[in-house]
């Protein structure tokens, strides 16, 4: 069983509909959860980075963390062409070095 | 803020050579820096850990001897591909973190090797 696991998707929606991204993981140990968003050919760019579990929101993102059931989700709201992109959950112990990715969920939002 | 460069970004170079590439840190000091491999539609695999002025810490499998990381200031760190083979063909990203733990990691746009 891997450490995180991650629908690869595709994952194909209209624009602005509710995007729900989500990654399981089984060890206890991470207690730092993050959000990246990968375009082709570029490097990851962090849009989310919560440590406790709740919801965390910013602007369109909403971020959740539920420690109890090691879930932890990623909400888009009136998501856009310009979401189209691969979303990776990534997480860390509380050393914060080795950040353990899931294998990213590819999105399309369709104008 | 928190801006992290690579160079190249893209390089192709012949079998056998060696290739180096820079991470910096433009707006922040660096104190930990880490550089991955990610391959076609895969994650990101962690390769090693750099802290400034120490010698890198490699994870299970990467061999040290054939890539070099040197992070000789807070804002750049260098990873040198030695006698590069096809094989190492991939995507390289380094992130860097300015302290400590609760701090987290900002990527680089990453350097594509391809080697013939």
């Known amino acids: 069983q891997k450490e995180v696991e991650q629908d690869p998707g595709p994952l194909s ?25 990968q375009y082709s050919r570029k490097g990851p760019e962090l849009l989310m980075y919560t440590y406790s579990s709740g919801n965390k929101e910013d602007g369109r993102f909403t971020a959740q963390v539920d420690k109890s059931s090691k879930y932890i989700s990623l909400f888009i709201r009136d998501s856009q062409p310009s979401d189209s992109a691969t979303y990776l959950c990534a997480m860390s112990d509380s050393s914060g070095d080795k950040l353990t990715f899931g294998t990213g969920t590819r999105l399309a939002v369709r104008p | 803020g928190a801006v992290v460069s690579q160079h190249p970004s893209r390089v192709i170079c012949k079998s056998g ?50 890539f070099l990381i040197n992070h000789a200031s807070l804002t750049l760190s260098t990873l040198t591909v030695t006698s590069a083979h096809p094989e190492d063909s991939s995507f390289y990203i380094c992130s860097a973190r300015s ?13 594509r090797l391809t080697v013939l």
Do not use: H
């Open chain 1, 13 to 37: 929606v209209p624009e602005g509909a509710i995007v729900s991204l989500n990654c399981t993981y089984s060890n206890s140990a991470f207690q730092y959860f993050m959000w990246y968003r």
């Open chain 2, 17 to 66: 050579t060696s290739v180096k590439i820079e991470c910096r840190s433009l707006d922040f000091q660096a104190t930990t820096m880490f550089w991955y491999r990610q391959f076609p539609k895969k994650s990101l695999m962690l390769m090693a850990t750099s802290n400034e002025g120490s010698k890198a810490t490699y994870e299970q499998g990467v061999e040290k001897d054939k």
């Open chain 2, 99 to 111: 302290s400590g733990p609760g701090d987290t990691q900002y990527f680089g746009p990453g350097t």
